[in-house]
């Protein structure tokens, strides 16, 4: 029977049907115990995040093998030194270099030796990104200038957020605040404005509150948005998390652990949070909490 209900998560309508429900990330490493491990909710976000998110900035690519997590330390200097797209060979499929870092390419731990089923799905989803963005692999990368962590910056955004949230966000002057000890970014400011954090377990960002006045200003509901009852506002400007019983509605493209704007019938930004349950959760739950409050707007 259990063999049975894995072999049921090939079926596409059943793994877009548990994609809504899986958290963006966990603080657990994605281990691989065989070929249905492909076929896990979390795998099949990711490759559909690519095909309809990635956005290169060259139709000319270099595939590298795998090489040590995170890919960075080892390919950093050919990304910077080129003009090409670079993707790593991953089990899971090809991996962008600036994405090295994102849940669950670095979280994830595969053998040396991968089945044949699982080689034939990463194969086939290099021709479908071929195809889709008419990519011509080429063996060397031409010459070229870039700056690594910006564009990091840049392809998570779209990957997280949604394809062209990266021209949104960083449209201004950029500023980096990077840790002293691993040097990985953490803060991102724009104009002068904290605008994002990066997270150091899963290489996803959290918006800051000048981060949600952007996207609010700029896209129309209910993108981003999670809309509550006006008697649930107060409660939530002290700080408070927002219970299921109160939400009006929802974008139905949150996940859980995504970010959110909180905001009103009127669509008054009230805060920014996290979704602990999507759409579906939010409206039909009377119980718990459907969002963590972290920054209210003063």
């Excluded at 989803?125 to 008419?134: A, E, I, S, T, V």
């Excluded at 009852?229 to 929802?250: H, L």
Aim: net charge positive; charged share 35%; with cysteine.
């Amino acid at each position: 029977m259990l063999m049975d209900a894995l072999r049921e998560l090939r079926d596409e309508r059943i793994k877009e049907w548990l994609e809504r429900f899986e958290n963006l990330s966990k603080r657990s490493a994605l281990f691989y115990r065989n070929t249905h491990t492909l076929h896990r909710p979390v795998i099949y976000r990711y490759q559909r995040r690519l095909l309809e998110r990635y956005v290169p900035r060259s139709r000319e690519v270099v595939f590298m093998e795998e090489v040590e997590k995170p890919y960075g330390k080892v390919y950093r200097k050919v990304w910077e030194g080129s003009s090409s797209e670079i993707l790593v060979d991953s089990p899971i499929g090809p991996v962008p270099l600036p994405l090295d870092e994102m849940y669950p390419v670095a979280q994830s731990v595969f053998p040396r030796s991968m089945d044949e089923e699982s080689k034939s799905s990463a194969e086939e989803l290099k021709r479908k990104l071929l195809k889709r963005f008419g990519m011509k692999p080429i063996k060397r990368p031409r010459k070229g200038k870039r700056d690594l962590d910006i564009d990091r910056i840049r392809y998570t955004l779209d990957m997280q957020f949604g394809r062209g949230v990266s021209d949104v966000l960083l449209d201004g002057e950029i500023d980096l605040v990077k840790s002293k000890t691993t040097g990985k970014i953490r803060n991102v400011y724009l104009d002068g404005r904290h605008i994002l954090s990066m997270r150091a377990h899963d290489g996803f960002f959290t918006l800051k509150i000048e981060g949600a006045r952007i996207l609010h200003n700029f896209y129309s509901p209910p993108r981003f948005r999670v809309i509550i009852e006006d008697e649930a506002i107060d409660f939530v400007r002290k700080g408070r998390n927002v219970f299921s019983r109160f939400v009006v509605d929802c974008d139905s493209r949150l996940r859980p652990f995504d970010e959110c704007l909180i905001v009103s019938k009127d669509d008054d930004l009230i805060a920014v949070g996290r979704t602990l349950l999507n759409r579906e959760e939010m409206l039909a739950f009377e119980y718990g909490v459907a969002v963590k409050t972290r920054e209210v707007l003063k």
